[in-house]
């Protein structure tokens, strides 16, 4: 059960300034699109490549993120992780809207419009029961992408198969059970000291308080990202192929 939280604590006492250093681009990256009011894709392309890096320091110890290193065990693969992130949020979106829209779309922008927590209290509900589902079915692509393995449709319905079990336990008590008590601690802060407003006021100033409150955010938001990579990469391990294996490291290397 705290074998994931073992490996995230050995991971951060190993590569912390690479965990700081992801951090910080991710918390510079909000300010930066906050002031530009640039597209909110470039927050996704940002998590996405800070997830493929902690998919291959967990995976191979690849613990650099200024230079790839000169012998790397595996090939990189960071274009194919990117689109197969975003085709999956894609799909998780598409599964949300559709949901909204079975229950009646002006029904529900008017109970949010009027502030009724219900509604949206059920879509969140719905939008994680979505993103479990969906990480227990194709997760493990993710890991394999980043691993330059395969990741086909059939081959990752294959392998969930063998691992949806492991996938769903390792999420549940892994990220799940961070999220769990992170995001209610997480309100409970901002109600009584504001902690998720705006970096910018409405002149355009930068909140120094509220930016300063950004990092230690990012860091927390990045952990919980970790544990996420940690749960998917250990369902990954007992399914990937044996070249992949055999450069797996530390507790995800297969006994």
Known sequence: MLTTYKIAIRFLREHFAMFLSLAVLLWIAEIFISYAETSGSVVFV????????LHRATMFD??????APK?????????RFIMLSFLISVILVAGVIIVIF????????EKANAGTNASLIGILAIAIALNVLLLVLFGTALPAAAAADKFGLLTTLRRSRQTWQKTLSYLIFGPGLFWAIY??????LNAQF????????LQGNLDVVQTAVGLPLKL??????LLGVIALSRAYAHVASDDVKAVM???LKPV
């Open 220 to 225: 927390m938001e990045l952990f919980g990202t």
């Open 46 to 53: 940002m998590w996405a490549i800070a997830a493929y890096y």
């Open 194 to 201: 504001h902690v998720l407003g705006a970096y910018f006021d």
């Open 102 to 109: 079975a229950q009646g779309f002006d029904e529900f922008v």
């Open 71 to 79: 012998n790397p065990v595996r090939p990189a693969a960071i274009g």
């Open 62 to 67: 690849e613990a650099s993120v200024w230079k």
């Open 183 to 188: 995001v209610p601690l997480l309100l409970i």
């Open 249 to 251: 490291v530390g507790e």
